[in-house]
């Protein structure tokens, strides 16, 4: 879990406004606000690619309930990022794995790619400049996607925006 450069190992920088940038792997062309001390940038997409597979990888052989488990242990993976967009779908699927886990009615395999269709969403950085961390907002995707819950559906919105509300107080409270 490091906070590099993906390229040369640098510290990563985040700058005061966004710029265009050209990813490193890919070579597409993105507005950013982070790059490293030499200027190497790398997309969300690539940049969190290998991670959402051993994301992936992990929840489909877990048998554990627990979701501070299987989430620690989706993070020992040297493709998980400590400040990466792979949070984004990894507290999701780490919950979704533990409710399947313990019982709860849902196709884990569906759920599993759902959540990284809706985490691959959530753009990396969000957390410091939309002053909503990503992976509160997956803890949300998580009782959207067991619920069924849609934009109309009151009851289910409703609860996916308090677990949402909970982790952002939970995380806001320690400071990240």
Known sequence: MNNECLICGKPLMYLPESQEMECHFCH????????????HYVCD???????????RTYALSSKSQNPIEIAVGMMRSPYIHIHGNEHHVLVG???????????????LEKALTEM??????VP???CGFWGAC??????????????GSTPLKQKEWGLSNLMTSKSLCNIGEIGG
């Open 28 to 39: 597409r062309k993105f507005k950013s606000n982070a790059a490293c001390e030499d200027g």
């Open 45 to 55: 997409e690539c940049h969190a690619k290998q991670g959402y597979e051993a994301i």
């Open 93 to 107: 699927a780490a919950l979704l794995t533990a409710y399947h886990n313990a019982g709860g009615e849902i196709d």
């Open 116 to 121: 990284e269709k809706r985490g691959k969403q």
């Open 124 to 126: 990396g950085g969000a």
């Open 134 to 147: 990503g992976a509160a907002i997956s803890s949300g995707m998580f009782i959207s996607i067991v619920t």
